[in-house]
């Protein structure tokens, strides 16, 4: 079955330290779409990245940066220098097939919740 | 601006109420979802629909019902079946190829 595991419940981290968050990932499908989503304090969820499984190229977007790696079923996200700003819950998901209509679901992984101290 | 609009931002709701949640979209997105978000548990999928007048059980319906009449709305009404309706929920629209979901800025909802 389809399954997101983000092992780390929590991290703490000083103002400006690196961070990385692991997301390990299990699917049967051939074809498939990996993302990460940010959720502030306010709540709404803010959608970060998409991968594609035939894509594995790093990825680097200012301060972010993405390694997925399908060898280990792997789509770590690292912060740069990381800010107060940066804290939130950030949550790992994982697309599959609803039905033929090329619609998908996302299966989530239940998030870790980073606090960036100043 | 484009977006997801959800409302109320707060609910307070008396135990044996039905009680329905808003959620508009306007960027022509075809498919919408609803989620259910409590504390250590994650995002669960109450509804989804793909396109207008259909709509498909999530993995946590019962207690849920909703419509899709208009391409924009996607309403969801929280029944007094519903165990234990007090949670976070929010509303999601993402395009038939694009598979990044977009969201709204969620309804926390309290039974008293």
Redesign the interface.
Request: hydrophobic share 30%.
């Given at each position: 079955a389809q399954k997101v595991t983000q092992a780390q419940t929590e991290i703490s981290v000083v103002e400006k330290e690196d961070v990385t968050l692991d997301c390990v990932y299990e699917t049967r499908d051939t074809t498939y779409?990996l993302?990460w989503?940010k959720q502030p304090p306010?709540?709404?969820?803010?959608?970060l990245i998409?991968r594609n499984s035939f894509d594995e190229q790093n990825e680097i977007s200012g301060r972010y940066s993405w390694n997925f790696q399908k060898s280990t079923s792997s789509f770590n996200f690292t912060i740069t220098a990381s800010q107060v700003v940066d804290s939130a819950v950030y949550?790992c998901a994982l697309?599959e097939y609803?039905n033929a209509?090329?619609?998908?679901?996302?299966i989530?992984?239940?998030?870790t919740s980073l606090a960036v101290n100043p | 601006d484009g977006g997801i609009t959800q409302s109320p931002k707060y609910l307070f709701r008396k135990e044996g109420q039905n009680v329905t949640l808003s959620c508009e979209q306007n960027l022509n997105h075809?498919?919408m979802y609803w989620y259910r978000q409590d504390p250590?548990?994650?995002?669960r999928?109450i509804y989804?629909s793909?396109i207008v007048n259909d709509f498909?059980k999530?993995d946590i319906a019962e207690g849920y019902s909703v419509s899709r009449e208009k391409k924009e709305s996607f309403p969801l009404t929280v029944t007094s079946a519903q165990k234990n309706p007090t949670a976070?929920y929010?509303c999601?629209s993402?395009t038939?190829?694009?598979?990044?979901?977009?969201?709204?800025?969620?309804t926390?909802l309290t039974v008293v």
């Amino acid at each position: 079955a389809q399954k997101v595991t983000q092992a780390q419940t929590e991290i703490s981290v000083v103002e400006k330290e690196d961070v990385t968050l692991d997301c390990v990932y299990e699917t049967r499908d051939t074809t498939y779409y990996l993302f990460w989503y940010k959720q502030p304090p306010s709540g709404e969820l803010v959608f970060l990245i998409r991968r594609n499984s035939f894509d594995e190229q790093n990825e680097i977007s200012g301060r972010y940066s993405w390694n997925f790696q399908k060898s280990t079923s792997s789509f770590n996200f690292t912060i740069t220098a990381s800010q107060v700003v940066d804290s939130a819950v950030y949550f790992c998901a994982l697309s599959e097939y609803l039905n033929a209509g090329n619609n998908r679901k996302l299966i989530w992984g239940l998030g870790t919740s980073l606090a960036v101290n100043p | 601006d484009g977006g997801i609009t959800q409302s109320p931002k707060y609910l307070f709701r008396k135990e044996g109420q039905n009680v329905t949640l808003s959620c508009e979209q306007n960027l022509n997105h075809d498919a919408m979802y609803w989620y259910r978000q409590d504390p250590g548990q994650g995002l669960r999928l109450i509804y989804y629909s793909q396109i207008v007048n259909d709509f498909q059980k999530g993995d946590i319906a019962e207690g849920y019902s909703v419509s899709r009449e208009k391409k924009e709305s996607f309403p969801l009404t929280v029944t007094s079946a519903q165990k234990n309706p007090t949670a976070f929920y929010l509303c999601a629209s993402s395009t038939r190829i694009n598979t990044e979901a977009f969201f709204g800025q969620g309804t926390r909802l309290t039974v008293v």
